[in-house]
């Protein structure tokens, strides 16, 4: 992963990580002041109210992840013109003075400015026509503008970016963010030299935050069983965000699927006929991988129910029941360990994995405390995964470095972290790193 990085840093194409800029470069500190807006197009999650902030979801009909630009866009503005309506705070902003909003975007943007960006692809099952190579930020204003909203976007954030300067809101030693969800990815700070692609890149904190898109890592030295394959081939994205296809949470679920499946088409562990749920792709999702693996009754009654309700598989015994209770637990223990080696190979390539000695941040012999914010339901809501992904940075990294990095565990914040962003962009609120 550092290896890739470096590359990805050297030259666009030089690997496959993007390495994308994101012109952050500076993070909100605990003194931003004023009302700021944040968005956060994604999959998933519930909101709480954080920050003293208000927030709603709302679920993007089903419909509008495959169909056109212009609608999707549409349903937003006008989501967030009614959220606007009923906030009924209008004299928090001076007469005349436009709301700022950060959009969080959780996909691959290439980015001239912090406000703006290009959309690169789509992942994690979207497919709308006519969004790839756009200005995300244009769709989105001129959906606002159609609908009467008087709203400009002054940050335009990757999920990850969003987290970490939420993170870093809180914790100033906050250095890199990860998402770890329906989609993985992470971002951190980058040193603008060590960003050899883009030669003469000055901010004034001499750094800027580099969104990976880890999420396509791929290595030859990382071994791609026949169900890596499998699920690959039936991908509306093939031989594309390889490292997200073993990791995430679109995809574990489907994983066990397939290695059910080829289980019950050589033995009769599911008795004599197959269920015919068991062949349909995504049948099985993740949080039924996480309530099967971690049901703690003595005789699995969970692992019965979800056999039973999602695959349609009648009365497993319990032998048969343990080993689907050990296929969860295989899956989801290379991903948590894959995602932990990600999250080192960052460490590794800021020099805060303790192999440098004093460069490798170490003041004094002790290792300098380094914070890493975590977001996704996997790492939060899913404490099997947790336990394996704490338990492999330890391992990589050695007990005495691994104590000084802290995982902060951020729920769902990234939209709050975008409109901090668009806070501390704001001329009153002005820092650096
Ligand atoms: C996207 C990233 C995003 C991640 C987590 C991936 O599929 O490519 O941009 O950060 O999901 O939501």
Redesign the pocket.
């Given at each position: 992963m550092a290896v890739e990085m470096h590359a990805g840093l050297a030259s666009d194409g030089g690997s496959k990580l993007k390495m994308l800029l994101t012109f952050v470069d500076t993070l909100p500190n605990g003194s931003e002041k004023g009302t700021f807006y944040g968005l956060d197009l994604?999959?998933g999650g519930s909101r709480s109210s954080i920050l003293g902030c208000q927030v709603e979801t709302q679920p993007i009909p089903q419909h509008l992840l495959t169909g056109s630009n212009e609608e999707l866009f549409d349903f937003i503005a006008t989501r967030l013109k009614i959220f606007i309506e009923k906030e009924g705070n209008e004299d928090v902003l001076p007469l005349g003075r436009t709301r700022e909003l950060g959009f969080t975007f959780?996909?691959?943007i290439r980015q001239i400015s912090v406000s703006s960006g290009v959309l690169i692809k789509w992942?994690?099952g979207f497919s709308i026509e006519g969004t790839v190579g756009g200005d995300v930020t244009q769709f989105l204003e001129e959906a606002m503008a159609r609908v009467g909203l008087d709203m400009k976007v002054s940050a335009l954030v990757?999920?990850?970016v969003g987290t970490l300067a939420l993170s870093h809101y809180h914790d100033e030693d906050t250095i890199a963010a990860v998402?770890i969800?329906?989609?993985?990815?992470a971002c951190y700070v980058e040193r603008t030299d060590a960003i050899i692609k883009c030669q003469g890149l000055l901010t004034n904190s001499g750094g800027m935050v580099v969104?990976i898109?880890w999420?396509?890592f791929w290595s030859s030295h990382l071994p791609r069983t026949p169900y890596d394959v499998a699920l690959d081939d039936e991908s509306p994205n093939r031989n594309d965000?390889g490292f997200?296809k073993m990791i995430?949470g679109m995809y574990l679920g489907e994983i066990v699927r397939l290695v059910l499946c080829r289980m019950a088409q050589e033995s009769d562990i599911f008795g004599d006929a197959p269920a015919p749920s068991l062949a349909a792709p995504f049948s099985l999702r993740t949080p039924m991988v996480a309530a099967m693996h971690e049901d703690d009754s003595p005789d699995l009654r969970e692992v019965g129910r979800v056999l039973e309700e999602a695959l349609q598989i009648p009365v497993a015994p319990l032998k048969t029941r343990r080993l689907v209770v050990r296929v969860c637990d295989v899956v989801s223990r290379r991903a948590a360990r894959l995602a932990a080696a990600g999250i080192v190979g960052i460490l590794k390539k800021v020099g805060r994995d303790g192999s440098g000695g004093f460069a490798g941040g170490r003041s004094k012999g002790k290792p300098r405390r380094t914070v890493v914010a975590i977001e996704?339901g996997l790492y939060a809501g899913y404490a099997m995964f947790r336990e394996y992904l704490d338990e492999a940075v330890g391992e990589i990294l050695g007990e005495d470095v691994a104590q000084s990095v802290v995982f902060r565990i951020s729920e769902d914040g990234s939209g709050v972290g975008a409109a901090l962003l668009a806070a501390s962009r704001s001329p009153e609120n002005q820092s650096t790193f």
């Open positions: 994604g999959l959780s996909f691959p992942t994690k990757n999920d990850t998402i969800g329906t989609g993985t990815n969104n898109e999420g396509n965000q997200e995430s996704g």
